[in-house]
């Protein structure tokens, strides 16, 4: 009886809408926008950084989202900021160890701490700093 | 069986006849799978088979979320493309063909997911237009390189909406509605359609893994050895599938 339950729960999850683990919001629109013109990298971060914020919010960010978004933010050249984001996801999941430790080594700018909730305000100050680097 | 028991089935059973779920035609071998239990699954960009030359960016944005929503780590898909092709590996057909050990490896990652887009086109047919988009998934072991779990899914929509008033205004409207279509037709939903019912129909997809509810409680399902329940006697399972892979055009909602 038990095992029935069950298979029938997992077949009515599995078939119907998504389960919703994670909030994902606009994620698919905004890498296939920004594939397409590379040139608009600013509106790929700030769609990235929206999905990371709601995300936050509701403690349902998508595996690889924070990476995804500190490569948004390297490439937009705030690397501060995108080392921190790199650190998020080293300290969330497990499994991205190995690749968000390269990664943080690529910054050059590891704060050897891995605190994971630096401030964001620091960090836009920090980008700022930087002045015209994402032009 | 106590009634609670009771009400849940009663109400599963009728979810179930809604139309959502679909019967597995035939189980998929699983012990590769479960002995190797990935965590993580690195995602590269696919093969495109399909003239569209668009279809491989669009494909790769839509592919994290029904992974993940499995229940796996995903990397970050934008993120290793860009790193492979720094790397040389630009041209997906070389991400392919490289050895899946040392792909895995060089990401920290437990499997590598391939996809090869085998159709992504729109045909104009008497007054509709087709889409059709159709895809191989194939997941190896980043340890062994082995096939941990292989499907292919093809999905077809139709603009033709059937209904759309008789005479000269109805086929007006129709030769419209397929010419929109025609000119820029909507491959992202059906994609995601397609993504949704590989990873996850029962029997076929891929078991839950370490991040969802059920990792762990699906043997049933996602087994080798599946439970005798699960068979054809239960009445809920005779629920016919509306969805199957090759189905004709869906005409409406």
Known sequence: MRNLIAV????????????????????????????????????YVASLGAIVEEGEAADKVPPGLYAEYGFALMSAGR????????EKERDKWPEAEKMMGLMIDGTGLETGGGEADAAPESAEIAATQQGSAAE | MNSLNKGLLLVLTALMATGCAT????????SAFRA??????????????????????????????????????VFPVHMVKTLLEEDGLSDANLVHDADPTLLADLFGADSVLYVTIQRWDAQ????????????????????????LWEESMMRTYSSDTGNSGGGLAGLIVQAVAAAVEKASPNYVPLAQQANAQATAQAGQGVPAGKYHPMYGQDGALFGQAPDPVADAKS???????????????????
């Open chain 1, 8 to 43: 029938m729960s997992l077949a009515v999850l599995c078939g119907c809408a998504p389960t919703g683990l994670y909030y994902w919001g606009d994620y698919e629109q905004a890498l296939y926008a920004y594939t397409k013109q590379p040139g608009e990298i600013d509106a």
């Open chain 2, 235 to 253: 009445p809920a399972v005779e629920t016919s599938a509306p969805s199957e892979p090759a189905a004709p055009p869906v005409t409406d909602e």
């Open chain 1, 79 to 86: 690397e501060s900021e995108a080392l921190t984001y790199f």
């Open chain 2, 124 to 147: 104009y047919i008497v007054l509709s237009t087709q889409v059709t988009v159709q895809f191989d998934y194939v997941l190896r072991s980043g340890e062994t390189g082995d096939v």
């Open chain 2, 36 to 73: 190797e239990d990935p965590h993580s699954v690195l995602i590269v960009p696919p093969i495109n088979n399909a003239v569209d030359v668009d279809a491989p960016a669009f494909y790769l944005s839509t592919i994290s979320r029904p992974v993940g929503e499995r229940g796996y780590y």
């Open chain 2, 23 to 30: 019967t597995p035609p035939e189980l998929t071998d699983y």
